[in-house]
């Protein structure tokens, strides 16, 4: 039996491997190097993809449950601390960015077992021969990189979610290409970012100084990730391992490895169950930081009890594993931990957010100030998603126009945005230096009721006393907008 796996730390050409864990073990077998076939040729994937659980982030990174799957329960395996610290739930919006490069397969061949292994086996010592060698070694290793970037955004309600996940997906990213929507993807991060807080958080393997340096702009990872093949060429990294059962091998007397493969099963259904667990926790903290965005939980809901408990079954879940590799005639997946009620579990709905329906109809478009005295002459809305619009605008004295991003308030039934007209700056006056505070605008945009032709707008136009973010010192001046050409 032969079997792609991971490579974890240690891995090597004829090295042992406990494949229930993914340690490697000491060297078992010696053999001949073959040189590989197809020269230097890469084979390079990447493509982008929507992350729905941590579920499909570990079958995005390639991690099967059913193989690596108990990897990350004990293994020096920084793969699964990436799934881990990543966070995910249901709350936030998430695109991994992937690019994987393999290099030609390397393997040796003639392969026989070390004297010491020998000997275990035919003193009929099959307990220290698992111990030391595994029940498998590595035949082959296929070198090269991967590269993964998790962008995320942190969205506040439901109908907020479902706009910035429209944004992020815009120009059909999911599924295509890496390289061939690069800049299709640089664009609608920046434009989600304009209002919202976005994080990239990248895992590497491959590279090493500048070229395995922590990048966080969506420009510069994009740009990691179009030149990965070349640093892959020039650091690549073991990656990969095909691993051969010691019975293809001549040897004094085959080792039992039934009660490794139940310790295995054991171990794939203990990494099963605690998987979907670590999604509930996060949904958990996630709610518990944000309050205001979900209703009320039931009165019998304790959210932080159930956070304790889900947390405990995790632990017992990693306890029993622990148990199983340290003896493996004591392998058990633990009883009494109601998972079906765990995972089944109605946690407080997420309140749907305000949203702008009618904002096609009712904001967009190009709307005049009768009154050409007044300081704010123009506006011009276009929406971006359900709460948030494009808005230009005109002032008096100023002969450019300012664009800028306002953001719908439900309470107050209107759109609010900042527009900074002039930064404030230091003068030299009569050899003193004299400091102008930044000259800006709060405006505020209302529709007329039982009117698709006017808008309210409220402008507040000052300068910024030093410290303060608002406008002091304004002139308020509350205006009747009219639709350009009504």
């Not at 190097?33 to 890469?42: D, E, M, T, V, Y």
């Not at 982008?48 to 004990?74: M, R, V």
Request: aromatic share 8%; net charge negative; with cysteine.
């Amino acid at each position: 039996m032969a079997i792609i796996r991971e490579a974890t730390l240690g891995m090597d050409f004829g090295f042992g491997v406990n494949d229930a864990t993914g340690e490697a073990r000491h060297i078992a077998v010696t053999g001949v190097l073959k040189i590989p076939f197809g020269g230097s040729a890469q084979t390079v994937t990447g493509d982008l993809t929507k992350i729905e659980n941590t579920e499909s982030l570990q079958k995005s990174l390639k991690l099967s449950i059913d193989a690596e799957g108990s990897y990350g329960l004990f293994a020096a395996y920084n793969k699964f601390d990436y799934v881990t610290d990543t966070k995910v739930n249901d709350h936030q919006v998430y695109i991994l960015l992937r690019v994987i490069v393999e290099n030609p397969f390397s393997q040796i061949e003639n392969e026989e077992l070390v004297d010491s292994a020998k000997t275990l086996l035919m003193n009929d010592d099959k307990a220290r021969f698992r111990e030391e060698f595994g029940d498998l070694y590595v035949k082959g290793v296929i070198t090269g990189g991967e590269f993964y970037a998790v962008i995320f955004v942190e969205t506040h309600s439901e109908t907020d979610q479902t706009s910035v996940s429209d944004t992020l997906e815009a120009g059909g990213v999911i599924g295509a290409g890496a390289f061939d929507v690069a800049a299709q993807v640089s664009s609608n991060v920046k434009k989600v970012s304009e209002t919202h807080a976005v994080r990239i958080h990248v895992f590497q393997r491959a590279g090493s100084e500048s070229t395995a340096s922590f990048e966080t702009d969506i420009d510069k990872v994009i740009e990691r990730a179009r030149t990965f093949p070349t640093i892959v060429k020039n650091n690549p990294f073991p990656y990969r391992v095909l691993l051969q059962d010691y019975l293809a091998l001549d040897l004094p007397k085959p080792p039992d490895f039934l009660q490794l493969q139940n310790a295995k099963e054991v171990l794939q259904e203990i990494t099963s169950l605690r998987t979907p667990l670590f999604t509930i926790v996060n949904n958990i903290d996630f709610i518990l930081s944000h309050p205001d965005q979900f209703e009320n939980p039931a009165p019998n809901v304790n959210l932080n009890g159930v956070r304790d408990t889900v947390a405990s079954a995790i632990q017992k879940l990693t306890d029993a594993g622990s148990q199983c590799i340290q003896d493996i005639n004591k392998c058990a997946v633990p009883t009494g931990l109601n998972l079906t009620d765990l995972t089944n579990l109605t946690l407080p709905k997420r309140k749907g957010g305000p949203t702008l329906a009618g904002l096609g109809e009712l904001f967009q478009g190009n709307w005049q100030n009768p009154n050409n005295q007044e300081n704010l002459l123009s506006v011009v809305i276009t929406p971006i998603d359900q709460i948030h619009a494009d808005v230009k605008t005109r002032y008096k004295g100023f002969p450019n126009e300012f664009d800028s991003t306002a953001e719908w308030n439900d309470a107050a039934k209107a759109l609010f945005l900042v527009v900074t007209l002039q930064p404030g700056h230091t003068q030299i006056v009569g050899g003193i230096p004299i400091h102008f505070p930044a000259l800006g605008s709060n405006v505020e945009i209302a529709e007329m009721p039982n009117s698709a032709q006017t808008l309210v707008v409220t402008n507040d136009q000052g300068r910024v006393p030093v410290g303060q973010s608002q406008f002091g010192a304004s002139v308020r001046q509350v205006s009747t907008f009219s639709r350009s050409g009504a």
